[in-house]
């Protein structure tokens, strides 16, 4: 004992329960039976770990996919969006805004139209299209599409001269290219009875790659005033805003519709798509529903090990209980078994998978060459690197539900330790 320090001192100031769980969870090689028993929860253990792992590093890509397709997303609709309710345009969009340039997140601020329409292109080629008339000049307050031209510019797009630039792969549907005229068909009227369509060619000036296969197959863009003259109002259906954190574009948009002069209707971008992001919210769901079942089988395994433990130290347990220990403290015992193996497993699975989650960009680089392989098309795919975004919410989230579901296993071999009678127990030792 004077040769132990401060290690024995702490050993003996613990309960016992934790003192018999811990001997148990370590010990038991001497023997095959034993030696087995210590395979299954090594084996229970890695599979909690690998588990964790999974569960982290794919929600993290999942993160990073969400991610990506936002950024793209917002970077052509905006943050937050505002219509005139009458929809007879805003008529004085300087005025509306320099009163939401008031509100210190907003950025800024752009006029546009939009009209759905019919473009064709050599008689044969027809692309259902969302024209969108905007200010070159303006533009690039609210968007990055001016960033994202492959051939051409914005300020291409001049008043009266008709111009139009189409997404690339509205282009290559087309097979349009810079030069060629294409006719837009419009609807006019008020009822179906006297709706006539309205023909007007323009001239393809230019041609953007978004990285959003939405707008790059069915988004163009023509001038402000082509756009009105083109659905006959005398000012902008409405206004596109940016803000300096995208994330506060809902509580922006709240403080907007109680400050901005006029009947507006005021919209965020996560309204804008909701039923995009919706379906995204649902998907992630069930993703970790069906790796947390990963865990789970893996933790249930702790079951088999500790069943196994209680049977081999019924004599251990009917000992005790002759000592007066209590069923609640040899229950306790197998749960701090149950729930070592469970924590030393959660944390190897959160260390392995927080690593890996952060080093994706990496890792999967060094597995495409080492194979020969390549996981994303960026034809199909837009991207061609595997995104992550690791998300602590989600490790915690992560980390307490393995160790939770380790602990329930331990209940019923704890349950079931609890109800060794010490008589029959060592009848036969």
């Given amino acids: 004992m004077a040769n132990c320090g401060l290690y024995c001192v702490n050993l003996i100031k613990m309960p016992f ?7 148990y969870t370590r010990a038991g090689r001497r023997n095959g039976r034993n030696s087995f028993i210590s395979f299954i929860s090594a084996i229970s253990m890695a599979g909690i770990a690998l588990g964790v792992t999974a569960l982290i590093v794919v929600l993290s890509v999942y993160n990073g996919f969400q991610q990506v397709v936002t950024e793209r997303m917002v970077s052509v609709l905006g943050h937050v969006e505002l219509y005139e309710v009458s929809g007879t345009g805003i008529g004085d969009w300087h005025a509306t805004a320099a009163a939401a340039a008031r509100n210190p997140q907003v950025k800024g601020a752009a006029p546009f139209v939009e009209m759905q329409g019919m473009l064709v292109h050599g008689g044969d080629k027809l692309r259902p299209s969302l024209v969108r008339g905007i200010l070159p000049g303006e533009e690039p307050k609210v968007s990055d599409i001016g960033k994202q031209m492959k051939q051409g510019s914005l ?20 097979e349009a290219k810079p030069g060629d005229r294409v006719a837009l068909a ?13 023909l007007r ?27 009105q003259q083109l659905v006959k109002m005398s000012g902008p259906f409405g206004m596109r805003l940016r803000l300096h954190d995208m994330q506060q574009a809902p509580q922006v948009a709240n403080e907007l519709r109680a400050t901005l002069p006029g009947q507006l209707v005021v919209r965020d971008w996560t309204k804008l798509n909701a039923s995009w992001f919706a379906i995204v919210k649902s998907q992630k769901t069930m993703m970790f529903i069906i790796l947390t079942l990963i865990i789970a089988v893996a933790a249930f395994n702790l079951v088999a090990t500790l069943v196994m433990t209680v049977t081999d130290k019924q004599a251990d347990i009917a000992i005790l ?3 007066g220990a209590s069923p609640f403290s040899i229950m306790k015992i197998f749960v701090v078994q149950g729930a070592l193996v469970g924590i030393l497993g959660t944390a190897i699975g959160v260390v392995a998978g927080v690593a890996l989650a952060l080093n994706v960009g990496v890792i999967v680089p060094a597995i495409e060459s080492l194979f020969g392989v390549h996981f994303l098309s960026k034809d199909i795919y837009f991207i061609s690197a595997v995104p992550s975004e690791l998300r602590w919410s989600d490790v915690g989230a992560i980390g ?8 329930v296993s331990t209940l019923y071999p704890s349950w079931w330790a609890a109800r060794v009678k010490p008589a029959e127990a060592l009848r036969y030792e």
Wanted: no cysteine.
């Fill in 17 to 23: 329960e934790w003192l018999v769980g811990l001997r």
């Fill in 155 to 174: 300020d291409m797009l001049q008043p009266g001269a008709f111009n139009i630039i189409l997404g690339v792969e509205l282009a290559r549907e087309l």
């Fill in 186 to 198: 419009l609807a006019q009227g008020n009822s179906l009875s006297n709706m006539a369509p309205t």
């Fill in 201 to 227: 060619t323009f001239t393809v000036v230019g041609i953007f790659e978004a990285g959003h296969n939405e707008f790059d197959a069915g988004l163009a863009l023509v001038h402000l005033e082509d756009g």
């Fill in 321 to 323: 209980r002759t000592l």
């Fill in 400 to 407: 307490v539900t393995s160790f939770l579901l380790a602990l």
